[in-house]
């Protein structure tokens, strides 16, 4: 048997929905409402992360079990639980949407597993007090998405909700993917997602929209107690430090997505976390050419509020929403508009010390914010693959020319031919500094190499790979989720027999939905 050590504590300190029903309302002076996930008419596991069974201590001999099947699709109950379904709000694209909140997420139960606490979360698994208009579904091909990029953002060491399984629930649900009217059946699936804690902003933020402050509090106090513990709850003290520690994780997670070139695609406030951890992975995407301008999510394509080199910003204008939030428990506006001063400059410093780990430079000169621009530049206007580039420059020796170096690298460029003329000498005059630059540093061309792929991952979940991952599944062979799901388990490594996912994005891939255009229909 299945057994967790269930240490429920959401729906068990703060106050819940009096109204047992599971009808679509607004939920008042409470932070969740209870719910049954819903029954799967012929449940089959698609993938399950190992690793992540491992650590909330199942053996891999139960993870085979049909209860396994049973509990993660929804079907049956883990005994001694009570799922709920959490209230929150936020702002959508900037503007105040109300409430939101789990519309077809369940969280099942807390366990804690070797001192970690973690929460268990079915997504798909029906319709919630909190699903507005929505059927509480989700279909294959984004709980895919979700499940292989959650496990493969954990192993790049970034901060992330984690998956734990796949599984499809025999249902067909009906989406049109572009919101052109073509709507059609899709297989239905479910997520067990994992996280200490799924709390975001926007939970915080309902309660400051409904002047309710005593439920505000409450929220607050519980997250500090559980998840800052070492911070004080009730103090005006406390709640700065923990607005503080909130800033400070958001934004060491966005350098983290800058860095591997990641675009969340729906940085709203109800999809931020509050332990900084990326969740909801929706219509995301990875930078293949650098372009500080690309977003996937077509849903955004007019005003590009959430591409990537916005993401920054955008992190720092939901933190002032939060911050608004807290202050009817704060009263200080010049305290949190410091810490939201702070971000500025905190950010610029540890992009630039993540840019000169990037680029293997150790020693840290002043002119080095001009050769990390004019990179950037040089990137922009020449279509080059992101995690190829990076990963390719570990391979120059300082006694290099700048020619060499170019084709040292031309596998990063997506038109090889095209780079000539005043683009080719934009690239020679880059490397030569850069090549001048290297030759100040003391550490050998080995060492450098070895701290570069430290940091510049070979393998990501490029969209391309992702979309060949569901085409397939949706053909009932689920190797390739596996496939990429093993790969992404050592992204920083050498793969000698998988060298053909460290590839630029094939044409045909350009503008394919799925690939390089992604809705919010999931
Ligand atoms: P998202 O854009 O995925 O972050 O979702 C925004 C809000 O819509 C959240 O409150 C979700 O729970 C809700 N939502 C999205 N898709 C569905 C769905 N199919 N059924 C119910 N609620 C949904
Ligand atoms: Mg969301």
Known sequence: MIKFNIKDTFNKELPADPDRENKRRQVYHACYSFVEPRRPSSPQIVHVSKEMARTLGMTPDQVERDEFLEIFSGSKPIPGTQPY?????????????????????????????????????????GATPYA?????????????REHLCSEAMFHLGIPTTRSLSLILTGDDVLRDIMYNGNAEYEKGAVVCRTAPSFIRFGNFQIFFARKDEK?????????????????EEGTVEGYLNFFKEVAERTLNLVVDWQRVGFVHGVMNTDNMSILGLTIDYGPYGWLEGYDHDWTPNTTDRESRRYRYGHQPGIALWNLAQLASALFPLIQQKEKLQEILDQFETTFYAKYLSMMWQKL?????????????????????????DMTIFYRLLSD???????????????????????VKGTV??????????????????????????????????????????????????DQGDYSLVDELYQLLQKPYEEQPDKEKWFARRPEWARHKVGCSMLSCSS
């Open 132 to 144: 507005r208009s929505a059927d509480g579904l989700a279909v294959l091909r984004s709980s895919i």
């Open 85 to 125: 379904a959490m209230c929150y709000g936020g702002h959508q694209f900037g503007h105040w949407a109300g409430q939101l909140g789990d519309g077809r997420a369940i969280n099942l139960c807390e366990v804690l597993e070797k001192g970690q606490r973690w929460t268990l979360q079915l997504k798909g698994a």
């Open 424 to 473: 080719y000498e934009k690239w020679r005059k880059w490397l030569t500094y850069y090549l001048a630059r290297l030759k100040r540093e003391e550490i050998s061309d080995e060492e450098r190499k070895i701290k570069m792929n430290l940091v510049n991952p070979k393998y990501v979940l490029r969209n391309y790979i992702a979309q060949l991952a569901i085409d397939q599944a």
């Open 396 to 418: 120059l020796r300082k006694e290099m020319t700048a020619d060499q170096a170019i084709s040292v690298l031309n596998q990063a460029f997506y038109t090889p031919e095209e």
């Open 360 to 384: 293997g430079l150790m020693k840290h000169e002043k002119s080095d914010v001009n050769l990390i621009s004019e990179l950037e530049n040089t990137l922009q206007i020449t279509e080059t």
């Open 215 to 231: 439920t505000l509090k409450a929220l607050t106090d519980y997250t500090i107690r559980h998840f800052y513990p070492h911070l």
